[in-house]
Structures are given as structure tokens and as C-alpha cells.
């Protein structure tokens, strides 16, 4: 079992940036699948990057290439999503989840908006004002 606590959320200006945070506490070794997803509200939950944490494999998906930066900090049990030139539809509720994958299906994760992870944070708004 996880428990996953994001942060980092709320009020930043298009263009901007901010870096959002995701502690797990438990079986943080079993479940070494990181991801980040966001849903906006009316639409579906869709993926934004993941990692690996066991080898630091990350995958992102297309539509967030180049804007976002997943990273880990093993000592603290946090993954940390970065996002630059944000923009006004980046405006949702970001969450962060787990599960037990390999890097391969740690990557496919996103495609599948998240349908195969197993835990979530209650998750941080973001908003991104024009």
C-alpha cells in the first residue's frame, strides 16, 4: 500500500512556471511507477509524464514534450513534475499515482490515462490565468 500526498498546486500567469510534488509513504520499493496525470474539468483524465523510480526511466507524453520535467529525490520519497510556458488549458486538477511496473509499462501508463495504477493523492488544482 501507498499513500501519495501532491503539493505544490494553485495561481500562476501564463507563461509561468511551477513545479508540483508528490511524496509516497509505504511500499514506496514495490511500487516503483511514478506518474503524473491531470484532469480538467469535462474532460478526461489524461497522462503527463512518468517515472521509473527503481532505474529513472522517464516517459512523457506527446503533447507535454519539452514543457514538463519529471524527476525523483529517492532520499525523500518525492517525485517533482515541472512545468514551463504554462498555459491557461494546463488549468486542472494534477494528480499523482503508483503501481507496481516495469519502465515499458510505466511509459504505456500514460496512454491509458492512468487506468492501470493503483494508488492516487487527492490531488493539487492548478490554475493558469491569462
Known amino acids: 500500500q501507498v499513500e501519495l500526498v501532491e503539493s505544490g498546486g494553485g495561481s500562476v500567469q501564463a507563461g509561468g512556471s511551477l513545479t508540483l510534488s508528490c511524496v509516497a509513504s509505504?511500499?514506496?520499493?514495490?511500487?516503483?511507477?511514478m506518474a503524473w496525470f491531470r484532469q480538467a474539468p469535462g474532460k478526461e483524465r489524461e497522462g503527463i509524464a512518468s517515472?521509473?523510480?527503481?532505474?529513472?526511466?522517464?516517459s512523457y507524453a506527446d503533447s507535454m514534450k519539452g514543457r514538463v520535467t519529471i524527476s525523483q529525490d529517492n532520499a525523500k520519497n518525492t517525485v517533482y513534475l515541472q512545468m514551463k510556458n504554462a498555459k491557461p488549458e494546463d488549468t486542472a486538477m494534477y494528480y499523482c499515482?503508483?503501481?507496481?511496473?516495469?519502465?515499458?509499462?510505466?511509459?504505456?501508463?500514460?496512454?491509458?490515462?492512468?487506468?492501470?495504477?493503483?494508488?492516487w493523492g487527492n490531488g493539487t488544482w492548478v490554475t493558469i490565468s491569462s
Open positions: 499515482a503508483a503501481a507496481p511496473r516495469d519502465w515499458i509499462e510505466c511509459g504505456v501508463a500514460l496512454s491509458e490515462n492512468g487506468a492501470t495504477m493503483e494508488y
Open positions: 509505504g511500499d514506496t520499493a514495490s511500487n516503483n511507477c
Open positions: 517515472i521509473n523510480t527503481a532505474g529513472g526511466s522517464e
